[in-house]
């Protein structure tokens, strides 16, 4: 039986002064404005591509490559961006991946090491964020519950993409905040069903 831990069950909320250290350089152009579309199943094959080159840029140091964020949930409308969560042992010495990322044409757009450890990085296309973890890092797993949950709970997704829409269409100036609420019900929902499936288990 699997017991989720604190640094999994609540979501991580840095302080004004870490947020606006985080920022390497100027933000993509593609970052606004929020256009939300329809769900795309050529969002799945950009990944794999993704995927495939990170193995050929990366090889022995990857742990594992994850398709997660709203392009990953099957009939969810999204950003066209393409989320992906880069899990390797460490992110601390970023001279092992940050300088062969670029050289396939990333750049480094957030540090942010108190949050554990994570690095992002956007391709030349701003439509590829690459979410860099280390292993044992909590979001990650917190990312893939929310993906599995919204491919099989139809309801939710549907609460989740109206609420993309309305909130792109009323508060373009924080979506990424605004949508806190929603999501933070859904992991209600989820947690309290993993309690539910888990008998004794105390989550």
């Not at 985080?22 to 933000?27: F, S």
């Not at 990953?72 to 066209?80: D, E, F, T």
Request: aromatic share 8%.
């Amino acid at each position: 039986m699997t017991e989720y831990p604190q640094d999994v069950m609540q979501r991580f909320q840095g302080t004004p002064e870490q947020m606006a250290a985080a920022l390497v350089r100027e933000p993509p152009t593609g970052w606004k404005p929020i256009a939300i579309e329809n769900y795309d199943p050529a969002w799945v094959d950009r990944f794999a591509a993704v995927s495939a080159s990170l193995h050929d840029v990366l090889a022995g140091l990857i742990i594992a490559v994850e398709h997660v964020g709203s392009t990953s949930v099957p009939g969810l409308a999204a950003k066209p961006i393409i989320d992906v969560d880069l899990l390797i042992a460490d992110t601390a010495d970023e001279s092992r991946y940050v300088p062969a990322l670029e050289r396939h044409g990333y750049w480094l757009v957030l540090r942010e090491p108190w949050w554990h450890g994570h690095r992002m990085l956007v391709d030349a296309a701003e439509d590829i964020h690459l979410h860099v973890w280390p292993q044992g890092a909590p979001e990650p797993v917190r990312h893939r519950l929310l993906r599995d949950w919204l491919r099989s709970h139809p309801e939710d997704r549907e609460l989740y993409a109206s609420t993309k829409r309305r909130l792109a269409r009323d508060r373009p100036g924080d979506y990424t905040f605004a949508k806190s609420d929603v999501i933070d019900d859904i992991y209600t929902r989820i947690f309290a069903a993993a309690a539910e499936h888990r008998p004794g288990v105390t989550l």
